[in-house]
T-cell receptor
Framework: NAGVTQTPKFQVLKTGQSMTLQCAQDMNHEYMSWYRQDPGMGLRLIHYSVGAGITDQGEVPNGYNVSRSTTEDFPLRLLSAAPSQTSVYFC???????????FGPGTRLTVL | AQKVTQAQTEISVVEKEDVTLDCVYETRDTTYYLFWYKQPPSGELVFLIRRNSFDEQNEISGRYSWNFQKSTSSFNFTITASQVVDSAVYFCALSEASAGGTSYGKLTFGQGTILTVHP
């Protein structure tokens, strides 16, 4: 099993550009989530999904869109990148809400 | 809403010292799960432990131990005889378990504690 994979590992964008961060898992997990990690802020939940076709907002959803058309994939779209979105982004999945989450390796995004 | 607070932003110890990382949580749910994760300098997030709200037994795994006290809403993590390899950021997290609750499905993290173990 590859676990949770994320692409790209690094990305630099200019303000106003859009892009999609990819996330995939091969463990058939129901739950998938996107977090951003900023210094001193811990991991903050952006969006999450409890199954294909079902998504909901987390703590910091503004400026981001998600969709979940398959169990495996959970892409995160930045609609119009802003410098405030410079961060490290982690995707995670878990089977059921009570089990531990498995995290991807992260994407380091810089918005100039 | 659920909340996790790790009051210690940074801790610095010398190798072989014992160190305790504090975690305090808030939840209205009676059924919930608590987690600890480790993030070493390489950046990946590593799961350490899960504890459910009905099980207040302390747990020990090698040099690691966890003290869960429902009365004080705390889930503290102790490393005994710390080693340089323990240097990392440690996160405490909470997941509420009641279906239909406002936080259903969400895992909320604390701000993290940066632990540095000096040789």
């Amino acid at each position: 099993n590859a676990g949770v994979t994320q692409t790209p590992k690094f990305q630099v964008l200019k303000t106003g550009q859009s892009m999609t961060l990819q996330c995939a898992q091969d463990m058939n997990h129901e739950y998938m989530s996107w977090y951003r990690q900023d210094p001193g802020m811990g991991l903050r939940l952006i969006h999450y999904s409890v199954g294909a076709g079902i998504t909901d907002q987390g703590e910091v959803p503004n400026g981001y869109n998600v969709s979940r058309s398959t169990t495996e994939d959970f892409p995160l779209r930045l609609l119009s990148a802003a410098p405030s979105q410079t961060s490290v982004y982690f995707c995670a999945s878990r089977q059921g809400q009570v089990n531990e989450q498995f995290f991807g390796p992260g994407t380091r995004l810089t918005v100039l | 809403a659920q909340k996790v607070t790790q009051a210690q932003t940074e801790i610095s110890v010398v190798e072989k010292e014992d160190v305790t990382l504090d975690c305090v949580y808030e939840t209205r749910d009676t059924t919930y799960y608590l987690f600890w994760y480790k993030q070493p300098p390489s950046g990946e997030l590593v799961f350490l432990i899960r504890r459910n709200s009905f099980d207040e037994q302390n747990e020990i795994s090698g040099r690691y131990s966890w003290n869960f006290q429902k009365s004080t809403s705390s889930f503290n993590f102790t490393i005994t005889a710390s080693q340089v390899v323990d240097s990392a950021v440690y996160f405490c997290a909470l997941s509420e378990a009641s279906a239909g609750g406002t936080s259903y499905g969400k895992l909320t993290f604390g701000q993290g504690t940066i632990l540095t173990v000096h040789p």
